[in-house]
């Protein structure tokens, strides 16, 4: 099987249940473009099940938000019980993963996306704290409650422990210029607590861990910006040798409305073709259409031949994520 094969046969599927967040962080491009909060209408999320039913295609994991606090929607729940009950019927993915700032998942609500997720067999939460102090938070996270995603998250720790060994928990500093110093405050706060609690975790750099599946808890350290940094790895022997970035062949997204793009920095979903956006509505709801249509063959094969959108020049996937995922398979 070529390299482009396997990557066609191992993708990761975004459904954008809803859009809009409770925060106005500085660096959010989420904040440049509506932050107001639309949620998929329950029977588009209906067909586009159906679809992946017919198309008898499988993922290997799922990503229930795109742009914004999934949480947001007070129905996220409910429709995540929704996606559960298809995929205990088809098996359309393997794990759920879920990233939020944490303000809204209280004991409750925390206690139901463990049982979801378990239900699948595996599922990872990663919330999103970024300092130690409410002086500090206010800066990067503007809107926020410090306190309330700190006992929040203290609450997830104390739920996790029923959970383990089936869950990831991923207690998450992002690095800004603003927190740069303050790592060791936030570490030496939640190591506090999880040694209070008996729970063994790991420390990590980025996620790489998170994404290979293996349950724990761990307090991750990631950097900022990573589509306002330049790749450091850019040569075109690596574009045409690796295919460019791995996007196009493994990570179909499908937008609120129905919007189609494959890239996670594609807000406005005009990667594909800037003057036209695509929608799953389009191709009869079949995200295997879409996947085998002519402007995605077009886009990859642009991409083998090192031609790439502007965007990518900033970004970090470019080159990055195959040279770790998948060169020395
Ligand atoms: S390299 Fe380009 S296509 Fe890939 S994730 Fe970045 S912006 Fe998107």
Redesign the pocket.
């Known amino acids: 099987m070529t390299l482009e094969d396997r990557l066609l046969n191992d993708w990761f599927l975004t459904i954008e249940l809803s859009t809009g967040c409770n925060l106005k962080c500085p660096t959010c491009p989420q904040n440049a473009a509506n932050n107001n909060l639309e949620v998929m209408d329950e029977s588009l999320l209906f067909d586009i099940l159906n679809g992946i039913s017919r198309d008898r295609i499988k993922f290997t994991s799922l990503t229930p938000f795109f742009r914004g606090e999934p949480f947001y929607n007070t129905n996220f729940i409910e429709y995540l019980k929704l996606i559960n009950s298809f995929n205990r019927d088809i098996s359309f993915f393997e794990f759920m993963t879920i990233h939020s700032n944490g303000q809204f998942i209280n004991d409750n609500t925390g206690k139901k996306l463990f049982e979801l997720m378990a239900k699948n067999g595996y599922g990872e939460l990663i919330v999103s704290l970024d300092s130690s102090s409410d002086e500090l938070y206010q800066k990067i996270r503007p809107g926020g409650d410090f306190n309330c995603s700190v006992n929040n998250l203290k609450q997830l720790i104390n739920t996790y422990k029923a959970y383990s060994g089936i869950i990831t928990l991923g207690i998450q500093f992002v690095e800004h210029k603003e927190n740069s110093d303050d790592f060791p405050k936030f570490l030496k706060f939640w190591t506090g607590i999880l040694n209070n609690n008996n729970l063994p975790f790991e420390l990590i750099a980025e996620n790489e861990k998170i994404m290979k599946n293996v349950p724990g808890i761990y307090i991750v350290r990631k950097p900022a910006g990573e589509?306002e940094q330049k790749?450091t790895i850019q040569s075109t022997s690596i574009k045409i040798n690796h295919l460019?970035?791995?996007?196009?062949w493994v990570s179909p997204v499908i937008g609120v409305k129905g919007e189609i793009t494959?890239?996670?920095?594609?807000y406005n979903f005009e990667?594909i073709n800037s003057n036209k956006t695509y929608f799953i509505q389009d191709f009869d709801y079949s995200i295997k259409s879409f996947w085998y249509s002519k402007p995605m063959q077009k886009i990859r094969n642009a991409?083998k031949a090192g031609n790439?959108?502007k965007?990518?020049d900033?970004?970090?996937?470019?080159g990055l994520s195959l040279e770790n995922k998948y060169e020395d398979q």
């Open positions: 589509f790749s460019g970035c791995h996007k196009a494959f890239c996670c920095a594609d990667m991409f790439f959108p965007k990518c900033t970004c970090i996937e470019m």
